[in-house]
Nanobody, 126 residues
Framework: QLQLVESGGGLVQPGGSLRLSCAAS????????ISWFRQAPGKEREGVSC????????DYADSVRGRFTISRDNAKNTVYLQMNSLKPEDTAVYSC???????????????????WGNGTQVTVSS
């Protein structure tokens, strides 16, 4: 069964940190760009960050740039999202998604994803 599984969410105080993981099973992430999305209650889903299959290209939403860092470890078939200086407005369900790419240099994006995870809840509150 091909699936993505997110983990690492939880409750954290403002200013705190969390590291989310996106692990693939049933397929290798070597040929896939990975994107993180989030959706807060009553809001549309938004792209947060993405990384190309080769890891050389990354992108961040303006709202998280400088606070979040995306990385990948293909040997572990896992992509990470390090989230620092968390704010209450970061509260959302975070999901990862995979997009097959033909080349390592192909840029990552937030549309046309092939596989999705079920998400992990991140709550930032005092």
């Amino acid at each position: 069964q091909l699936q993505l599984v997110e983990s690492g969410g939880g409750l954290v105080q403002p200013g705190g940190s969390l590291r989310l993981s996106c692990a693939a099973s049933g397929f290798t992430l070597d040929y896939y760009a990975i994107s993180w999305f989030r959706q807060a209650p009553g809001k549309e889903r938004e792209g947060v960050s993405c990384i190309s299959r080769g890891g050389g290209s990354t992108d961040y939403a303006d709202s998280v740039r400088g606070r979040f860092t995306i990385s990948r470890d293909n040997a572990k078939n896992t992509v990470y999202l390090q989230m620092n200086s968390l704010k209450p407005e970061d509260t959302a369900v975070y999901s990862c998604a995979a997009d097959w790419q033909p080349h390592n240099s192909w840029p990552c994006h937030y549309y046309g994803m092939d596989y999705w995870g079920n998400g992990t809840q991140v709550t930032v509150s005092s």
